[in-house]
C-alpha cells in the first residue's frame, strides 16, 4: 500500500503529538507522600508540602536540571553509625589484608606526634604505646592464618575470637579510635580507620560492607536486646604482658535502616527528585548499603575516599578527588562533584543529625528543607534542630518559611533501643528509660526565637552561639 506525502506528514505530526502527550501524563502521574504513622507530623506536613511545590508535578519542574536532595548517611540514614559497625564486623572475622609488618604504621599514619601524653581521660597513655600492643596482637594472628580479606577463614572464627590475642587487637584498635577522634581534629581522625583497608581492593571492601549491613539488618531489626553498648576489654597484663595494660572500650552494637527512611527516598524518587548521600564513612562501605538495604532512587555517593596503587588500596587518603566528607568539606564536595551536574544550583533538601552535616545543610540559597534527626546535641546541628522546635511552634509551614526566606527545619525523633522512629521529635536515647527532646542549650536558643530572634540570625551567630566552628560562611549565601 502507497501513501501520499500528505497523509505521511499527517500520521508523524499526530504521533509527535501523541508521544509529547504521553511523555507528560506519563511525567505527571501522581505525587508520591509519605504516608507511614511514625513520621513527626509537622515533619510529614512539611515533606509532603515539598513534593507538592518541588516534585515533577510542580509548576517550573524541569527533567532535564531535577530538583535534588543530599543526605548525610550514619544516624541519617541509619540509626547508629553504619561505617562502626562495618568495621566491628570487620575486626570480628579478622577481614585484613595489610601484612604485620604494616600493622603500627597503618595505626600511626597521620599522626602528628604519635608520643604525646593523651591526659587523664586516656590514662597518659600515647598512641605509640597501644599501637605497639595492637601490631603485636595482630602479627601473632596473621602468624596463625586467621586474617584474610576475604570470608576464606570464618569458619575458624570460634578459635580466635576468645582469644587473647584477638581481645588484645580488637579493643586497642577500637580505644585507639575513640583516643585519636577525641584528642586530635576530625581531619585527623575522620579518615583514620580507613588505612586499616590497605592491601584490599574496593570491589573486597565493599563485599565487605554488603555483608555487614545484611547481618546487622536481618539479626537486629526485630530483636531489641541487640540495641546496646558492648563492651570490649583487653587481656589482664599480668597474664598477657603489655606496654599500655589492659584496657575497656564500650561501643553501640547494632545499625539498621527504618522503613520511614526507605519511603523518603522511594519517595523522592518517584517524585523526581535526584538524592545523593555524603557521608564521612568510606565510599564503599556507603555503596554497599544501596543493595543490601534496597535504598532506592540513589543517583550518586560521595564519602571518604583513599588512593589506590596497582588496584588495592593504600594508607592515603585521596585529595585529588575531593576534600574530607565532613563538615565545611561537605560543602565543598558538593561544590565539586554534585553541583555542577544541576547547572550551579543548590540542593532544595538536606537530611543530617551531627555537626559535620550544618554547613551543607544551611548554606546553599537552595534549600528550601532541612530535616534533622534528633540526637539531643547541643552544637549547630543543635541549633537547627532548636529552629524546628520554635517552627513547629509558631505552626510555621514550608511556604511561611519560603514567604520569610526561611529554611524549613524538621525534626525527627526515634527509640535507639529498638532502632525505630515513632511521631515525635523527642528521641530515646540507647539504654535510657525517658525520651528528651532538646539540650539545654538548645531550648535556650528556642527561647532566644521566641523573643524575637529570627532563624537566619541564629544560624549567622552559630560561631558565638555554640563555638563549634572558627567562621561559619553564611545562611543561604551560596
Not at 543493595?291 to 587518603?317: F, H, I, Q, R, S
Amino acid at each position: 500500500m502507497r501513501f501520499s506525502k500528505k497523509s505521511v506528514r499527517t500520521f508523524v505530526v499526530a504521533m509527535i503529538f501523541a508521544m509529547i502527550f504521553s511523555s507528560a501524563a506519563f511525567a505527571a502521574g501522581k505525587t508520591a507522600y509519605l504516608t507511614s504513622k511514625n513520621w513527626e507530623p509537622n515533619t510529614k506536613k512539611v515533606i509532603n508540602q515539598m513534593f507538592d511545590m518541588f516534585g515533577k508535578n510542580s509548576k517550573g519542574y524541569d527533567p532535564n536540571n531535577k530538583p535534588y536532595a543530599v543526605f548525610d548517611f550514619d544516624n541519617a540514614i541509619s540509626i547508629n553509625d553504619i561505617g562502626q559497625q562495618a568495621y566491628f564486623y570487620m575486626f570480628e572475622r579478622l577481614r585484613f589484608a595489610a601484612k604485620p609488618e604494616r600493622m603500627y604504621t597503618l595505626l600511626t599514619t597521620g599522626i602528628p606526634d604519635v608520643n604525646k601524653d593523651l591526659g587523664e581521660k586516656w590514662g597518659h597513655l600515647t598512641v605509640a604505646k597501644v599501637a605497639r600492643d595492637a601490631a603485636k596482637a595482630y602479627a601473632k594472628l596473621y602468624a596463625k592464618g586467621y586474617v584474610a580479606p576475604d570470608n576464606s577463614k570464618e569458619s575458624r572464627m570460634k578459635e580466635w575470637i576468645n582469644s587473647d590475642d584477638w581481645k588484645e587487637f580488637a579493643t586497642k584498635v577500637w580505644w585507639l579510635h575513640d583516643a585519636i577522634v577525641s584528642s586530635y581534629s576530625t581531619q585527623i581522625g575522620y579518615p583514620w580507620t580507613s588505612y586499616l583497608f590497605e592491601g584490599m581492593t574496593p570491589a573486597q571492601v565493599q563485599q565487605l560492607g554488603e555483608e555487614s549491613h545484611r547481618y546487622s539488618h536481618e539479626k537486629q531489626l526485630n530483636d531489641p536486646t541487640e540495641w546496646k553498648k558492648v563492651t570490649w576489654q583487653s587481656p589482664d597484663s599480668k597474664k598477657y604482658p603489655s606496654e599500655a595494660g589492659q584496657l575497656t572500650i564500650k561501643r553501640s552494637n547494632a545499625v539498621t535502616v527504618t522503613p520511614e527512611m526507605q519511603e523518603l527516598l522511594a519517595c523522592l524518587d518517584e517524585n523526581g527528585i535526584d538524592v545523593w548521600f555524603c557521608s564521612a564513612s568510606y565510599l564503599d562501605i556507603i555503596k554497599a548499603a544501596i543493595p543490601a538495604w534496597n535504598l532506592k532512587g540513589v543517583e550518586g555517593v560521595t564519602a571518604m575516599t583513599n588512593k589506590t596503587k596497582d588496584g588495592v588500596l593504600t594508607n592515603e587518603y585521596d585529595f585529588d578527588l575531593h576534600p574530607q566528607t565532613e563538615g565545611p568539606g561537605k560543602v565543598a564536595t558538593v561544590d565539586k562533584i554534585i553541583r555542577p551536574l544541576y547547572k550551579g544550583r543548590g540542593p532544595i533538601f538536606g537530611v543530617g543529625d551531627s555537626q559535620g552535616d550544618f554547613n551543607f545543610q544551611t548554606e546553599y540559597k537552595d534549600m528550601k528543607v532541612v530535616l534533622i534527626v534528633n540526637r539531643i546535641r547541643s552544637d549547630d546541628e543543635g541549633l537547627g534542630a532548636a529552629c524546628a522546635v520554635f517552627q513547629n511552634k509558631k505552626g510555621i509551614d514550608l511556604p511561611a518559611a519560603m514567604k520569610q526566606g526561611e529554611i524549613r527545619f524538621c525534626l525527627q525523633g526515634r527509640n535507639e533501643n529498638g532502632g525505630w522512629f515513632w511521631p515525635t521529635t523527642a528521641t530515646m536515647s540507647v539504654g535510657k528509660t525517658e525520651p528528651g527532646n532538646l539540650s539545654s542549650k538548645a531550648q535556650g536558643w528556642v527561647e532566644m526565637m521566641e523573643k524575637g530572634t529570627p532563624v537566619k540570625d541564629m544560624i549567622n551567630n552559630c560561631v558565638k552561639l555554640t563555638g563549634k566552628q572558627k567562621e561559619y560562611y553564611g545562611y543561604k549565601k551560596r
